[in-house]
């Protein structure tokens, strides 16, 4: 999930043969579980870890993308992963991911796999097309003939009956529920924000609550991120000097709810100044811990997109 035309990408548009030696099986049962729990297609899900790593489960890109999905270190913290290189969290976190992004950009798998490849912001800056970079052009092309080339071998029926002892495992329904309160109207260039996440632990057990939300750094003045009254985290983001594509800038802000009781609600306000009359895709995410050893329990994600309006001028006659 990053922005470069990768060897394992230049390996499959080139020469198909060549690169067959790696050895995707070992991943295929858990492709199709993850894949049919977010509600994917087990074909695409593996053509994206083919362009991404060539299940390379060690995979570290130069910009810092980790394992088989290639998870970026602030998506990761916003997901809740905690070892990238395990094949289950990452594929877990990167199919979670497209499925949020699905929400997001609907069924166009185009703008899709571009938000996956260059960012969510990418995708809206360029009118809700698929952003001109060359890579992320090749990107496209390199899953959509991966995924093609996956369903014409029927890799599916292999997936169907692989996955047929685990399809039966339970998925915990989210001890979380939240809303989000943003006004109609969305926002204004220069003119503050306030978002408001409501969220209730339904859970039995008190936990120590996460909020994490990743963001693109150029679009805005300032993020204030306030959880409890003693917790307040400020970022006052600048443009990225020199930065080719600065809609791929993105940045990650965390406060938590420190000893949230079951059936407690907790509220997180997020204040933001837009810089640009475009639309604004944050990432917001809810992380449960025991309290005790700090052990990831559970996870909320959303994606939220922003209507950003022109500023507003007086004339004086």
Sequence with gaps: M???LSSHLICWLGALAACSAVVAAPYDGLIATV??????EPALVKAVIKCESNFDAAAISPQGAEGLMQLMPATQAT??????????????????????LKQTFGTSIPLLLAAYNAGPQAVIEA????????????????????????????FHHLFADAATALTSIDVPASPILAALQMPPSGGRVGQRLLLHLNAWNISSDAVHGVVSLTYPEPFLFLLALHTTPDETTVQLPSPSAGATHPSNTYRFLQSAWPMWQAGQQRTAV?????????DIALHLSVLLYDRDHMALQHRWSTMIRIPVQPAQHSFKE
């Excluded at 894949?35 to 994917?40: E, S």
């Excluded at 009118?127 to 080339?149: K, S």
């Excluded at 997020?270 to 475009?278: F, G, N, S, T």
């Design 35 to 40: 894949a049919r729990r977010y509600g994917l």
């Design 79 to 100: 997901l809740g992963v905690l070892d990238a290189f395990d094949p289950s969290q990452n594929i877990d976190a990167g199919v979670r991911y497209l499925a949020i």
């Design 2 to 4: 990053t922005r470069r």
């Design 270 to 278: 997020l204040a933001l100044i837009p810089r640009l009359p475009q």
């Design 127 to 154: 009118g809700y097309t698929v952003p001109v970079f060359a890579e992320t052009q090749h990107y496209v092309a390199c899953v959509e003939a991966a995924q093609q080339h996956y369903e014409v071998e029927r």
